[in-house]
């Protein structure tokens, strides 16, 4: 359920309403636009509550939510939701590039990429430590050396992390050291880890499902939520098709999509979506001119080498020419370059 405040509503009869919520035995949760104020309802109404809060002085209207997913549904807010990480607003006007490598692979790679990937302009490092690979017998990440690694680069660089967490015992490992819990495509579904992930105040990035409809998708953020973490972010990352010159398939339109949908921002990851590193920077600028709030780019100083993923992979170069024809697409759609923290030294080398 949702109440629509009349434009003009007092604080107080606001207050007031959020007070009547409390009451019902549910809680409020209010967002304010350019001149509305709409108070979305957690929990299941009683039998008769939309008909008392509609007698309520201040209120406009009041809907119920059909969908089968509520705190995440546009309607929910009055404004889309803004996901602060580091010094980037994630959902706000500028477009937030995470990158690095796909896996945690040594001090100096990882450094490395960090360095560079901030000097290129990236608000935010990736990097995995826990690898869900698709063979037992590929490198299945450097478990919690890698966590370790990933915070020694946050401390040198300042640079916010982002990496993923696969089980639910992980997960208070990676939230030491994670400021986003990524959940990727093999998880999205895994409603004890969306649950456990949802129980913690840390932003998280929920990749699509490869065999997920938006609407799944959707429905597996709220799962997120409804455990009280509003801070979901989703990320398109490719889905399964017929198709296989490319990794996967782009699904772009699920951006407006998504947006149309639901309040979260939106991030595309082009690297797992195509496979192929000189799709990436196409893949990547389309992205944004489809609406993406946010991109997350597999970078890696030496992708020939790299022990996953180096296919995809960009060299530091190649990222920092992405980064810019990126800023070029953001201005010609209206977006800005996201603003890159300013008490962050920029490491040399
Ligand atoms: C990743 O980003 O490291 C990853 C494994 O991606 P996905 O879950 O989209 O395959
Ligand atoms: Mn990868």
């Not at 992390?161 to 030491?176: C, F, G, L, N, Q």
């Not at 296989?244 to 690297?271: C, E, G, Q």
């Not at 790299?306 to 190649?318: F, H, K, R």
Request: charge should be negative.
């Amino acid at each position: 359920m949702i109440i629509v405040m009349r434009h003009g509503a007092t604080t107080e009869e606001i207050l007031h309403v959020e007070e009547r919520i409390r009451r019902e035995g549910l809680q409020p949760h209010r967002s304010g636009g350019v001149d509305t104020t709409v108070i979305g309802v957690i929990g299941t109404p009683p039998y008769g509550m939309l008909d008392r809060m509609e007698l309520l002085p201040g209120v406009e209207r009041v809907t119920r939510i059909t969908k089968p997913y509520k705190l995440a549904a546009r309607e929910f807010t009055a404004s889309p939701t803004v996901i602060n990480v580091g010094a980037a607003a994630i959902g706000g006007p500028g477009v937030v590039l995470m990158a690095g490598p796909c896996s945690v692979e040594t001090r100096e790679q990882l450094l490395t990429a960090a360095r560079g990937v901030q000097a290129a302009g990236a608000h935010v490092l990736r990097g995995g430590a826990f690898k869900p690979r698709t063979t037992p017998y590929s490198f299945q990440g450097l478990r919690d050396d890698g966590l370790a690694l990933l915070a020694e680069a946050r401390a040198e660089t300042g640079l916010p992390i982002i990496t993923e967490v696969m089980e639910p015992s992980k997960v208070p490992a990676v939230y030491e050291v994670a400021d986003v819990l990524q959940i990727g495509t093999r998880n999205c579904q895994n409603y004890p880890l969306l649950h456990e992930v949802g129980r913690t105040d840390k932003p998280v990035m929920l990749k699509r499902g490869l065999g997920c409809s938006i609407d799944e998708w959707i429905q597996a953020a709220e799962h997120i939520m409804d455990q009280g973490n509003m801070q979901v972010m989703l990320c398109e990352r490719g889905i399964k098709s017929f198709e296989t010159y490319t990794r996967n398939t782009l699904d772009l339109s699920a951006v407006p999509v998504a947006k149309r949908l639901s309040h979260l921002p939106v991030i595309v990851d082009p690297s797992h979506a195509t496979g192929k590193w000189y799709l990436v920077k196409p893949m990547a600028m389309a992205a944004v001119a489809a609406g993406a709030d946010g991109l997350l780019i597999e970078v890696h100083p030496t992708p020939d080498t790299a022990l996953c993923d180096g296919a995809q992979s960009l060299t530091i170069e190649n990222f920092a020419d992405l980064a810019a024809s990126v800023q070029q697409i953001a201005q010609a759609v209206g977006r800005e370059p996201a603003a890159l923290p300013e008490d962050v030294p920029v490491a040399a080398g």
